[in-house]
Structures are given as structure tokens and as C-alpha cells.
């Protein structure tokens, strides 16, 4: 089916977004599980499966309106040195997510494009429940401070 041409920009602009938000997570990862912090290791991974399960959903839907998903766009990540900057930078990338996702759906129902629409709004779920567990994370920082945070982030 061909799909309008403004949508499939708009999901490639999403595509890009996911595929960046992937490798900044897992080079979060990989820093928490070489700093041995387990926990932090596998809820950040966790978050990168799902934006790969994001960006293949993308992908499908581009293919579908007969588009080409441009997969060699990234958009510049933020690595953070440290457990807290990682939660900040990780938390500006799920913003910018949500507003984009907000935008593509706006879009799709100007333009009609119902399927896409529906898709838009799974995905924005799931975007916002990343960013309410980053914030969970963010405020167990502040509350118990970041001592007592990491030592909980260990098993």
C-alpha cells in the first residue's frame, strides 16, 4: 500500500530516534555491568530490547507504505560517565521520544493514516513508561542518596 510521503519521513525520523536511543542504552549497560551494578545492567537492557522491538515495528510499517526505513541515521547520543548523567541523559532522550511520537501522531491522523497512528501510540505507552522508571530512578537517587542507591543497584 502506499503510504503518504510525509509519514513515511515522519517514521523514519522515529526509526532514527530508536536506533540511537539502542546504542546509547546499551553502551549504559555495558558500563553498569562492567562497574558490576546488575541491576542497573539488566533494567537498562531491557529498555534497549524494547527500542529494538520499537525501531523493527518501524521498520515493518515503512516497508508496509512502501518506503525505505533508513537505518544508517543516528542522531547524536549522549554517554554519561557516571549513574547519575547516564539517568539524565537516558531521561532528555525519552522526552525528545515522546514529543516525536507525539508530532508523528498529530500527523497521522491529519493525514488519515489510522495504522500508523496506532502503532505511534503503542510505542508512545511504552516510551512513557521508560521515562516514569527513569524518573523512579532518578528520585531514588535524590532520596537515598547516590551511596546508598548504587549499593541497592549490586545484585
Known amino acids: 500500500m502506499k503510504g503518504n510521503e510525509k509519514i513515511i ?44 522491538k520499537h525501531a523493527e515495528k518501524l521498520i515493518a510499517r515503512i516497508l508496509f507504505l512502501e518506503g525505505i526505513p533508513i537505518v544508517s541515521n543516528l542522531n547524536k547520543m549522549h554517554i554519561g560517565a557516571e549513574i547519575p548523567k547516564m539517568h539524565q541523559n537516558d531521561h532528555e532522550a525519552e522526552e525528545g521520544a515522546i514529543k516525536g511520537y507525539n508530532e508523528s501522531i498529530r500527523l497521522a491522523v491529519e493525514v488519515g493514516d489510522n495504522g500508523s497512528r496506532e502503532l505511534l501510540e503503542s510505542i508512545l505507552k511504552d516510551e512513557e513508561a521508560h521515562i516514569d522508571l527513569i524518573e523512579a530512578q532518578l528520585d531514588q537517587i535524590k532520596q537515598m542518596g547516590l551511596p546508598n542507591y548504587l549499593v541497592e543497584q549490586l545484585d
Open 9 to 52: 519521513k515522519d517514521l523514519n525520523a522515529r526509526l532514527a530516534e530508536e536506533l540511537t536511543a539502542i546504542s546509547q542504552y546499551m553502551v549504559h549497560a555495558e558500563m553498569c555491568d562492567n562497574w558490576q551494578y546488575k541491576r542497573l545492567d539488566g533494567m537498562i537492557q531491557k529498555r534497549a530490547v524494547d527500542e529494538m
